[in-house]
C-alpha cells in the first residue's frame, strides 16, 4: 500500500484562511478533508493509501480518525515526517509540503514529494 504523509503546518499555512487563529481546528478541516484520499487515492497515485497526517506545536493532540492516521510531533515536525517517510520503506511514499528542505530530507529516505495543491486544490 502506498503512504502519503501530509505537511500538517505546512499545507495549513499554504492558504491564508483564517488558519492561525485556531491552528487545531484548522488541522481537523485538512485531516478530514484528506479522507477521501484513502480510498480514492490522488492522480498519479491510486487507492487505497495509507494517509499520515503530521501535526505539531497548537495541533498536537489532533485525534486519528477513520482513514486518517495523525501523528503528533513531540518536537519537529519535519523530523517526525523524515521518520514516517523512512519508515515507509520499500512502499511507494509521497510527501506533501512546500519545504525544500524537508523535500530534500525525505528525497534521501525515497520517497516523492508534491505540493499543497496536491491536497488542497
Known amino acids: 500500500m502506498r503512504t502519503l504523509v501530509v505537511d500538517a503546518a505546512n499545507v ?7 488558519w492561525w487563529r485556531d491552528r487545531r481546528g ?15 487515492g490522488l492522480p498519479g497515485h491510486p487507492g487505497p493509501l495509507e494517509v499520515v497526517l ?4 497548537a ?21 517526525r515526517i523524515v521518520e514516517v517517510a523512512a519508515g515507509a520503506a520499500g ?12 523535500r530534500r530530507r525525505v528525497g534521501e529516505t525515497g520517497a516523492e514529494c508534491a505540493g499543497p495543491r496536491t491536497v488542497r486544490p
Do not use: F, N
Not at 12 to 18: A, H, K, M, R, T
Not at 31 to 38: C, E, H, I, T
Open 91 to 102: 512502499r511507494p511514499c509521497l510527501v506533501v509540503t512546500a519545504d525544500r528542505e524537508l
Open 54 to 57: 503530521v501535526v505539531e506545536g
Open 59 to 79: 495541533a498536537r493532540g489532533v485525534e486519528s480518525v477513520p482513514g486518517v492516521r495523525v501523528e503528533s510531533a513531540s518536537g519537529s515536525g519535519d523530523d
Open 26 to 40: 484548522a488541522a481537523e478541516r485538512l485531516r478530514d478533508s484528506l479522507v477521501p484520499y484513502a480510498t480514492d
Open 12 to 18: 495549513v499555512g499554504s492558504v491564508p484562511d483564517g
